[in-house]
């Protein structure tokens, strides 16, 4: 048996082995330009997710993905289908927890020094309108945003919010009424602790003039409107009011947080922005 093996060894292989022992790795190549890339890796993948949500249980959802790695000017290319195969190895189960363990999966197995992650789904709320109680689902887009810079890994959770927003500078001018808008709140926070997406939703809609609702009767039609005309707030009302709940909650170390307030008597977008970390002032102060 012994003879047998090694005489075959120098027999020609063909077929499906052949394949596996003589198809060269073309990204192994060395490179002579001498460039380093960034971010190099895939984006616009979908796969479903559940995310746990805070009336209990679990949300399922699809996800959008990003994933990226740097690469050294050395090589010529990345395995690309390393990054489905860390996707696909999850399967359904991806939480903050799990993202962050395959943004470090994900940067070892591509043999980079830095590895970016975004996954962004939609997320799904039921709410009830002001004085009828009609349920309806309302739709906030979210997204885990992860980096890995050497050993370092942090991540961010962000969330976007449509709102209501009623112009105090009109309410005061005008004889009738006010002109008001729609208007989207995009806060993005970096925290050390647990929290629910809902109650960074929460915080945005309770500082805009009003949140939105996907059914409305005539009386809560009335109420939300009523509602936004006691309550003006220009953009930089809203991410002023927003940075001063954040402030004062010890969860989140960094924040940011736009405002853009699509105008109905103007061609253009009002726009606000705040953004402040705070462990670097903490070592300023210190």
Known sequence: MNTVAKSATSIPVTGAAAQSTEIEDVQGRPDLRHLAINKVGIQ?????????????????????????????????????????????????????????????????????????????????????APISGATSMMDYQVAFLGQQLGKKTELKVQVKVPVTTLCPCSK????????????????TVRAEEF????????????????????????????????????????VEDVVRDIATRLNADERFRWYSIESENFESIHNHSAYAFIENDKDAEADQNS
């Not at 979908?46 to 993905?65: E, L």
């Not at 009738?176 to 208007?183: E, L």
């Not at 997406?197 to 915080?203: M, N, P």
């Open 172 to 187: 005061q001018i005008s004889k009738y009424g006010a002109h008001n808008q729609r208007s989207l709140v995009t806060i």
């Open 44 to 128: 616009d993948v979908r796969h479903p997710v559940r995310i746990k949500q805070r009336a209990g249980g679990d949300q399922q959802t699809v996800a959008t993905f990003g994933m990226f790695v740097n690469l050294p000017h050395h090589f010529k290319g990345t395995h690309m289908s390393r990054f489905v195969e860390i996707l696909n190895a999850h399967e359904y189960q991806i939480t903050v927890e799990s993202f962050r363990a395959m943004l470090t999966e994900m940067t070892a197995r591509l043999e980079a020094d830095n590895g970016h992650m975004r996954m962004e789904f939609p997320y799904f709320i039921e709410k009830q």
């Open 195 to 234: 929290f629910w997406l809902e109650e960074l939703i929460d915080v945005a809609e309770s500082e805009a003039s009003c949140e939105l609702y996907a059914i409305l009767k005539r009386v809560d039609e009335k109420e939300v409107t009523e509602r936004a005309y006691e309550n003006p707030k220009f």
